[in-house]
Structures are given as structure tokens and as C-alpha cells.
């Protein structure tokens, strides 16, 4: 007698286990804002992003160009501290000195290290 709750307790587990699974992909798929609304909610969503695709390819664009710029930028740094006795690839105790006698020599020494 005693089995037979132990199966009803079982099937009532497995019953919400199931239910709960089914469930999470639909609250998945739901809303591309966010809110957690109805579906219906994520087609009024969509329009304005497509709408602002135009701005985003631009932003981009212009993030593209300012890491580019800023990776040239301390290209042609770390080449003029190379030039001038920096050496990164040596396992140096005196790191902090090395580099900046470096950029003493370079010129660049005051506005690397404000």
C-alpha cells in the first residue's frame, strides 16, 4: 500500500517537471524587448530595430575607425619606445625603469604617465 502513493507522488513530479519544460522554450521565444509581455509584443518591437539598422552599420563603422586609429596609435608608440631601448620580450627585474627611460628618451614620458 504503500507504493502506491510513492507512484502518485512520482507521476505528479514527472507531470510538472513536463510542464515546466514545455513552458520555458515558449517564455524563450517570447518578446524580442525584453519585457516579458505576450508575443504579440515582439513583432511592435522588431519594426523600429530594423529601422535602425542604418544608425547601428554607422556606429560601427566609426567604433571600427577609432580602434583602428587608437591601434596605430600605440603601434607607432611602442615602435618609437622600441628605437629608443625598450625591449618588452626581456624578462627584465627592472621593468618600470627600463620603460621609462625609454620614454624619457622618446620625449613621451610625461604623457604616458598622467
Known amino acids: 500500500m504503500t507504493s502506491k502513493p510513492a ?3 512520482a507521476v505528479l513530479l514527472a507531470s510538472v517537471v513536463l510542464s515546466v519544460a514545455s513552458a520555458a522554450p515558449a517564455f524563450a ?10 508575443a504579440g509584443d515582439g513583432s511592435d518591437a522588431a519594426t523600429p530595430t530594423a529601422a ?3 544608425a547601428t ?3 560601427k563603422a566609426q567604433r571600427k575607425a577609432a580602434r ?3 591601434r ?7 615602435k618609437q619606445l622600441e628605437s629608443n631601448g625598450y625591449q618588452p620580450s626581456r ?3 627592472n621593468y618600470p625603469q627600463d620603460i621609462q627611460n625609454a620614454q624619457k628618451k622618446a620625449g613621451i614620458g610625461a ?3 598622467q
Do not use: I, V, Y
Open 7 to 9: 507512484k502518485k507522488l
Open 72 to 78: 596605430a596609435k600605440k603601434n607607432a608608440e611602442l
Open 57 to 59: 552599420s554607422s556606429t
Open 29 to 38: 521565444q517570447s518578446g524580442g524587448g525584453g519585457g516579458g509581455g505576450p
Open 68 to 70: 583602428k586609429q587608437a
Open 91 to 93: 624578462n627584465d627585474p
Open 52 to 54: 535602425s539598422r542604418p
Open 111 to 113: 604623457a604616458a604617465s
